[in-house]
């Protein structure tokens, strides 16, 4: 074989390779997680905005609380090991019933700084909510909580129906049913980003930026937060078609571009800016 040919086979194979790089990588052969597996309860108190009446309306849900987990946190048993728990989501929500509109995002914070990510949808009717909580990475865990607690003031009631409950005590216990894992911070334990206010960064690489008009390609994508970790379960829109980021941040469309130019992709995930990335199409 010629020099020129194995130089060409060269060249093939890594442009495979980087393609395949960006698509199928996964993001365990770098990434240091950490995971919890057991029960915990909480004592904390909610906070609606705005305050939750007897009407049907959007509301911003947000849970600060604290108390202990029993366990096994990253191999390591532990026992009514002190936490504190911080959620928000958004929900169509009223005193007499509520429910997320989309994924909430919570922490679970551990007295040595580790913190347990995770995503949750609910359901509240009366005085009882009940929780499906999903590991960042993997993982999941079901929860109950109440707002029939000792710290309950009377008046809640008369708020609801008047100008609205602005804060309502809330005691919340959890049982996983896989462990909960998620990715380590290196900056220790961040809050989740508040609905509506999505002030934190993604940033969004693909795979290749230059194509000849014509040809299908495969499009490979990775999502990743402003600090480098991968964002799984992020959406991915180009073309019109759309796909979701897997562990690792990793997600890919196939498609024909036939117009000459720049096409845009951008990613968006609950809580974050859009992300864009421009991609130019050559002609044949």
């Not at 950490?34 to 029960?39: L, T, V």
């Not at 009514?80 to 919570?106: D, F, I, W």
């Not at 995503?119 to 929860?143: Q, Y």
């Not at 469309?253 to 845009?264: C, E, K, Q, Y």
Request: aromatic content about 4%.
């Amino acid at each position: 074989m010629s020099a020129s040919g194995r130089r060409g086979i060269w060249l093939a194979s890594g442009v495979t390779a980087a393609l395949m790089g960006v698509v199928l990588t996964p993001a365990g052969a770098t990434e240091k997680l950490d995971s919890f597996a057991g029960s915990c309860s909480v004592q904390g108190t909610d906070t609606f905005t705005p305050p939750a009446t007897n009407t049907q309306r959007p509301l911003i849900v947000e849970y600060d609380a604290s108390g202990t987990c029993s366990g096994t946190l990253d191999g390591r048993e532990v026992s009514n090991a002190p936490v504190k728990l911080h959620s928000v989501a958004r929900s169509n929500g009223s005193c007499p019933y509520a429910q997320t509109m989309e994924p909430g995002h919570g922490v679970i914070t551990f007295a040595d700084g580790t913190a347990i990510r995770y995503t949750f949808e609910f359901t509240s009717v009366g005085t009882e909510v009940d929780l499906t909580m999903h590991g960042e990475r993997s993982g999941s865990a079901r929860a109950h909580a109440t707002f029939l607690t000792q710290r309950t003031p009377p008046d809640v009631t008369a708020k609801c129906a008047g100008d609205g409950a602005a804060e309502v005590p809330m005691d919340l216990t959890l049982t996983t049913d896989s462990p909960l894992v998620s990715a380590r911070s290196a900056g220790g334990n961040a809050r989740p980003p508040r609905p509506g206010r999505a002030s934190a960064r993604l940033r969004l690489v693909v795979r290749p930026r230059s194509v000849r008009a014509g040809r299908r390609t495969i499009f490979g994508f990775r999502v990743a937060t402003a600090d480098g970790r991968p964002a799984s379960r992020a959406i991915v829109r180009f073309a019109g078609r759309r796909a979701r980021t897997r562990r690792g941040g990793a997600a890919h469309i196939a498609v024909t571009l036939r117009r000459t130019g720049r096409r845009t992709a951008r990613a968006n995930k609950s809580g974050f800016r859009v992300a864009r990335a421009t991609i130019r199409v050559r002609r044949r």
